[in-house]
Nanobody, 125 residues
Framework: QVQLVESGGGLVQAGVSLRLSCAAS????????MAWFRQAPGKEREFVAG????????EYADSVKGRFTISRDNAKNTVYLVMNSLKPEDTAVYFC??????????????????WGQGTQVTVSS
């Protein structure tokens, strides 16, 4: 059973950058579409960024476009999210999800059947 483990979150000031990682244990992610979602207190989980199995296709939420970059290293079974110019409204628990599909289907959370435990990102003003 593949497990996803997110890391890289923390408490930072507005304007700085963070890099989140999502690593797979006991398995491979190279054939999975992957995505990052986030959930702020009292809000629903929302899509942040998605990437195809090869890394050739990506999608971003409008709120992060131009600031965040999703990438993957299939040799390391790891997906990354580089977050630049962080804002207080980016504060949330960030989750990575794996879609069993071998191509990127889109950003709906029900496509992603495997989730990590999340990593907290807090951005102070």
């Amino acid at each position: 059973q593949v497990q996803l483990v997110e890391s890289g979150g923390g408490l930072v000031q507005a304007g700085v950058s963070l890099r989140l990682s999502c690593a797979a244990s006991r398995g491979t992610l190279s054939t999975n579409a992957m995505a990052w979602f986030r959930q702020a207190p009292g809000k629903e989980r929302e899509f942040v960024a998605g990437i195809s199995p090869s890394g050739g296709s990506t999608e971003y939420a409008d709120s992060v476009k131009g600031r965040f970059t999703i990438s993957r290293d299939n040799a390391k079974n790891t997906v990354y999210l580089v977050m630049n110019s962080l804002k207080p409204e980016d504060t949330a628990v960030y989750f990575c999800g794996a879609d069993p599909s071998r191509y990127y289907r889109g950003h709906y959370p029900w496509y992603f059947e495997l989730w990590g435990q999340g990593t907290q990102v807090t951005v102070s003003s």
